[in-house]
């Protein structure tokens, strides 16, 4: 009999499908809905200190092989998400809640309060391509990384997963630097700094011009990435980029991944991706004679 079941740190996911921040993560009635359709785990939205609208429209379009956002981290601000928290309660998946922040302070304040919320784990969102001051600013620097990773560990005892770029020099530095601070795991790789551009218009589509680029076409990156955190690192590595279908998700983790997130393939294939990524992933198991993740995980290493 095939069990899909997997752990990442302390955390035990009945499947390795996780919702990526970012996508129907910011409400209750969203995150029990995922929940609902067979997904192992939610991320949540990324929240910070204070409500934050974002940046005008577009924020988003659809480009080739995948998608391009400049959302600018609109959130309600970690007072108010309390509220959606309060709301979950009968969600029996692990909620990891996504935060960011400018400095090591804000991180450690904001994984306290989501932990006094209840949730599961903190991902640490270290990686936002296009936001001034919170994103690639903290997680291109190693020392930084160590230290937000480190203050964040010393305020709360649930699993700290920091979700790493691959626009930030070599991601395997970044990742090392993430473990020496206690990093439970670590999340590879946010979207990918990207633009398009209108040829009617002559000008960027986005109205922040930069954006982040998600989806398939950044798949190979991503296996890329977690591919080499996995060679080098001796904590759990989760993979997100471009998994839509059970092939990818396998891919991810004959790379090493022990769990997948998914995001723009909600957009495209709908709430049924996590069961249809499950059910594929469990015939394959069963004709390639294995019985756990655990006994394909990491083979392409070797
Ligand atoms: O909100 C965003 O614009 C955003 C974030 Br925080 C992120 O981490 N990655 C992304 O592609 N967009």
């Given amino acids: 009999m095939v069990n899909i079941g997997t752990r990442i740190s302390e955390l035990k996911l009945r499947n390795p499908t996780i919702l990526a921040s970012g996508i129907l993560g910011e409400t209750s009635g969203?995150?029990?809905?995922?929940?609902?359709?067979?997904?192992?785990?939610?991320?949540?939205?990324?929240?910070?200190?204070?409500?934050?609208?974002?940046?005008?429209?577009?924020?988003?379009?659809?480009?080739?092989?995948?998608?391009?956002?400049?959302?600018?981290?609109?959130?309600?601000g970690i007072e108010e998400f309390k509220k959606e928290i309060d709301e979950i309660d009968e969600i029996d998946i692990p909620v990891i809640g996504s935060i960011f922040g400018k400095d090591e302070k804000e991180f450690a304040f904001l994984a306290k309060k989501m932990e006094e919320y209840g949730l599961d784990a903190i991902e640490l969102n270290l990686s936002c391509p296009h936001a001034r001051g919170y994103g690639?600013?903290?997680?291109?620097?190693?020392?930084?990384?160590?230290?937000?990773?480190?203050?964040?560990?010393?305020?709360?005892?649930?699993?700290v997963f920091p979700k790493l770029s691959a626009n930030a020099g070599d991601i395997v530095d970044i990742g090392k630097a993430a473990e020496e601070g206690g990093a439970d795991g670590?999340?590879?790789?946010?979207?990918?700094?990207?633009?398009?551009?209108?040829?009617?218009?002559?000008?960027?589509?986005?109205?922040?011009?930069?954006?982040?680029?998600?989806?398939?076409?950044?798949?190979?990156?991503a296996v890329r990435c977690v591919y080499e955190l996995s060679r080098e690192l001796d904590i759990p590595v989760i993979g997100v980029g471009g998994v839509e279908t059970w092939e990818d998700a396998v891919e991810y983790i004959l790379a090493g991944a022990c769990a997948v997130q998914i995001g723009a393939a909600v957009y495209y294939r709908g709430l049924s991706v996590f069961a249809e990524i499950c059910e594929g992933m469990k015939r394959w198991m069963e004709e390639n004679g294995f019985e756990s993740i655990e006994d394909f995980r990491g083979v392409a290493l070797k």
């Fill in 136 to 159: 690639l600013e903290i997680g291109s620097s190693p020392d930084i990384v160590r230290e937000v990773v480190r203050e964040v560990k010393k305020k709360v005892s649930i699993p």
């Fill in 186 to 221: 670590v999340v590879a790789i946010n979207s990918l700094r990207a633009m398009k551009i209108d040829i009617h218009l002559k000008k960027p589509i986005l109205y922040n011009r930069v954006g982040g680029y998600s989806g398939k076409g950044i798949k190979p990156v």
């Fill in 30 to 76: 969203s995150m029990k809905r995922v929940a609902s359709c067979g997904a192992g785990a939610i991320v949540t939205k990324s929240i910070g200190m204070k409500p934050r609208e974002g940046y005008p429209n577009p924020t988003a379009v659809e480009i080739e092989c995948g998608i391009l956002n400049s959302m600018g981290l609109p959130n309600p």
